[in-house]
């Protein structure tokens, strides 16, 4: 993409109410992701207890409610938006519910029930963010109220006592939140904002070295706070995805908004030298580090395998078509199964199939994403969708290359599959922006 492609006018408003497309497409296929999770709920009943479970009418009834409710929504306030997006988000949340029921039924905490309700609270904000939100320019006006924002809810954590190692959850009173989780829709607003102003700025300015345009100094100023946020987060909180997540990101809509390498040749050497740095200085990170390094050493050392050597175990237990709902012993993994390693039972019970089945879902949110931001015709929205987006690609990257081991572990939790409240909640105003900008963008097709 080059930077002209940014300079087009906002999309003209039709005279006449564009026709609905796609909405009896959606309905049909939100009742296909209703039915699937219903059936993944009653196969692991049959699986584990030999029956069918006594609450899946009322489940049934609760997921089908949500999706009626957010169909409705849809087709009120957005009747032009893109007929996948909700399904695919609402069978992800449903195979989130079906993994959970699986793990309590060996573990002493009831998450799923409690994440239905959390995702019920993400569905009533899908509905207000489409039905109030008519018009997604009205963020561009609070960009600077939203980084600051964005900055207070990263911070505050700090204040509060680390949950295994990580000082990113907010905890008072039986409740807990993770503040981190809406901070990085605020800084999309933000960071597509800026963008949108100063891509002129960013995209002709700047010396050229060889194959490469490097930026200006005084254009390279924001790119250095977002890298010292980023690095900042790391050292504080202790959590290397939310700061990966932060810089990614930046890095991404920095390239689509001017189309120059050497913006993503300097967001590279920066994020190296900080997670270099940060890795060989700070316990917490250098032990992610080093796990990621010699997954099998505490076997080698008599010390039992690793939480991240039992999810390798775990994916090569489950084969190519894995060992069926209910059937797997990923629980072995320890306590962070039901968050940070919830695609290792995905990978055990439904095997490499079942994986790639998950992971085309992701794919095609992400790409649906994208194209609702190609199609835009003002910058500030092309940006937030291709932001918002990437947001889920890049969760679903670190946190699946993480049980992979393809790069060290982070805390993150992989959308609408784990365990977590406050990124279920998330998770669904991002699909209820997407939504929004959507409907703009098949407006403006016509």
């Not at 680390?162 to 989780?181: D, F, H, K």
């Not at 994403?369 to 969708?385: E, I, K, N």
Request: glycine share 12%.
């Amino acid at each position: 993409m080059s930077a002209t492609t940014l300079d087009a006018g906002a999309p003209p408003r039709p005279a006449t109410p564009p026709p609905r497309r796609g909405r009896g497409m959606e309905f049909v296929l939100l009742l296909c992701a209703v039915l699937i999770s219903v059936l993944g709920h009653c196969d692991v009943g049959l699986a584990t207890a030999g029956t069918v479970p006594p609450d899946t009418l009322r489940y049934g009834c609760a997921l089908g409610a949500l999706a009626l409710a957010a169909h409705g929504a849809v087709r009120a306030g957005a009747p032009c938006a893109d007929p996948l997006l909700l399904p695919i988000a609402l069978l992800l949340n449903g195979l989130g519910l079906i993994l959970l029921q699986r793990l309590d039924l060996r573990t002493a905490e009831a998450a799923a029930p409690t994440q239905l309700v959390w995702s019920a609270l993400g569905v009533a904000l899908f509905i207000a963010v489409v039905l109030l939100l008519r018009d997604y320019r009205a963020l561009a006006r609070y960009a600077y109220v939203s980084v600051a924002a964005a900055l207070v809810l990263m911070i505050v954590p700090i204040a509060f006592p680390a949950v295994n190692g990580a000082r990113i959850w907010i905890q008072y009173a039986g409740l807990s939140i993770q503040p981190g989780e809406f901070a990085k829709v605020l800084l999309a607003v933000f960071f597509a904002a800026y963008l949108a102003d100063n891509h002129h700025a960013l995209a002709y300015t700047g010396r050229r070295i060889w194959f490469l345009q490097l930026p200006t100094g005084r254009a390279l100023g924001p790119v250095l706070a977002i890298w010292a946020i980023s690095v900042g987060v790391l050292v504080l909180e202790r959590d290397l995805g939310t700061s990966l997540l932060f810089f990614g990101l930046f890095v991404i809509l920095l390239y689509v908004s001017t189309g120059r390498t050497g913006w993503t040749a300097v967001g590279l050497l920066l994020s190296g030298a900080g997670a270099f740095a940060v890795g060989s200085l700070e316990p917490h990170v250098h032990s992610r580090v080093q796990d990621w390094l010699h997954p099998f050493a505490s076997i080698d050392a008599g010390e039992g395998p690793s939480q991240l050597a039992q999810s390798l175990f775990a994916f090569a237990a489950g084969g190519v078509f894995g060992t069926g709902l209910g059937e797997g012993h990923s629980v072995l993994i320890g306590f962070a199964v039901k968050s940070d390693f919830v695609l290792a039972t995905a990978g055990e019970e439904l095997g490499l199939a079942g994986i790639a089945a998950v992971l085309l879902l992701y794919a095609m949110l992400t790409a649906r994403g994208y194209a609702a931001g190609l199609a835009m015709r003002d910058p500030f929205g092309r940006l937030l969708a291709i932001g918002l987006a990437s947001i889920i690609a890049l969760q679903v990257f670190v946190i699946a290359g993480g049980v992979t081991d393809l790069i060290p572990l982070t805390g993150m939790a992989m959308p609408f599959l784990a365990q977590g409240g406050s990124s279920v909640v998330t998770n669904w105003i991002i699909i209820a922006l997407l939504i929004r900008l959507s409907d703009t963008a098949r407006r403006a097709e016509g």
